[in-house]
């Protein structure tokens, strides 16, 4: 049983079956709606708008090649090549996140919570400081960005950032007394029947893939094997150097579950680590907070194991087998920690709801699909 308690998460993006309300800016009284409506009958009404405007909210219009740059963005390097429907689908989607960014962002402006230049710059010398300026250029390039384009991408998220902690998160209260009553109905989540280790890994993969599917910050990705491990000797020695395990795992890891996440892999049990005799002799000389040698990376069965690149690994804390007792404040963190995620994932779905329902929406892209597809 893990000690690590993870929150079950759900996507911000609505449901398929979810409608977007489009508001309209007078009311008509009904004989000249049921006048309007007769006419439209007979001649058809179209309502004037741009071939390149597919959507607008409250008035700003999202354009084509915006979406066309995220619809390309999802492909990636990976030579996919969606049917028209296929491609369709990605694209509404795409339209459906623009159209939530759109009314976030007009949230965030509308309380003075827009990211500021100092913050966009800060965030942007953060990516850059591991590289050249060469090195920097070559990364945007590859993900087929301007610096431009990247500045919009950060200041979008610290936006969003700073519009959820302000109007979610401030205003979640885990209690004392929330957490006793959790622990008291999962007692037995924290009863370890055998000894756990918090890990947390940085993994270089020698197998090819698109840069945008490595999972990390920098979209950095090992082209072979002698490009795997010449990146995870010099992830190592950084390491060894002083610098932060968590930040070289979000910048570089190439494992997408976890990277972002410092490599946090929770906690694993003894018996788990046993699979792996060699990751379990490196990972048991360890005290907490020491790393690992660099260790081959295998897939398979241990009959057929196939070296598929390299990984350090990083013992956090080690807990003993026996009851996790509530007055142990790992266990006050643990469960804190994942009441305050459930509840914030909850309400920012619902805030999001919320604030599609008082927007004026008009997504032009779905009504063509949908017009398209009857005929």
Do not use: W
């Not at 700073?162 to 008291?184: H, M, P, V």
């Not at 680590?273 to 000389?285: F, M, Q, R, T, W």
């Not at 897939?299 to 990083?314: C, D, L």
């Amino acid at each position: 049983m893990q000690f690590r308690l993870d929150a079950h998460r759900t996507t911000l993006a609505p449901s398929t079956s979810s409608t977007i309300r489009s508001k309209r800016p007078f009311q008509m009284h009904a004989a000249a709606a049921l006048a309007l409506a007769a006419v439209c009958g007979v001649t058809g009404c179209q309502r004037g708008h741009s071939p390149d405007t597919l959507a607008i909210v409250n008035g700003k219009p999202i354009l084509r090649p915006d979406v066309e740059t995220r619809y390309q963005d999802t492909l990636g390097q990976s030579n996919q090549h969606p049917s028209r429907e296929q491609g369709d689908i990605i694209r509404l989607n795409v339209v459906r996140d623009l159209i939530d960014e759109e009314i976030l962002m007009q949230r965030a402006a509308k309380l003075n919570l827009v990211a500021t230049d100092e913050e966009v710059m800060s965030k942007i010398n953060e990516f850059k400081a591991p590289f050249t300026q060469e090195e920097f250029n070559k990364r945007l390039q590859d993900r087929h960005l301007t610096l431009d384009d990247l500045k919009r991408e950060i200041r979008r998220g610290k936006t969003e950032e700073k519009l959820f902690n302000k109007e979610i998160n401030s205003k979640i209260n885990i209690t004392d007394t929330d957490i006793a009553n959790y622990y008291n109905a999962h007692k037995a989540e924290f009863n370890l029947i055998e000894p756990q280790y918090h890990l947390a890994q940085i993994v270089v993969t020698s197998v090819a893939a698109p840069a945008q599917q490595a999972g990390n910050l920098q979209n950095s990705k090992a082209a072979n094997d002698t490009d795997a491990k010449k990146k995870i000797d010099t992830l190592h020695n950084r390491i060894e150097s002083g610098e932060d395990f968590g930040m070289l795992a979000a910048n570089f890891s190439e494992r997408p579950d976890n990277a972002q996440s410092g490599g946090d892999m929770g906690f694993v049990s003894e018996s788990q680590l046993h699979s792996d005799p060699e990751i379990y002799n490196a990972v048991g000389k360890l005290k907490p907070g020491q790393v690992t040698d660099v260790l081959p990376l295998y897939e398979g069965t241990p009959a057929g194991k196939k070296a598929v690149g390299y990984a350090i690994y990083k013992l956090v804390d080690k807990q003993a087998a026996g009851q996790r007792e509530l007055n142990d404040p790992r266990v006050q963190q643990a469960i804190r920690s994942q009441l305050r995620d459930a509840r914030s994932q909850l309400l920012k779905n619902a805030y999001i709801e919320m604030l599609r329902d008082q927007a004026r929406v008009e997504n032009y892209f779905a009504e063509e699909i949908f017009k398209n597809g009857a005929q």
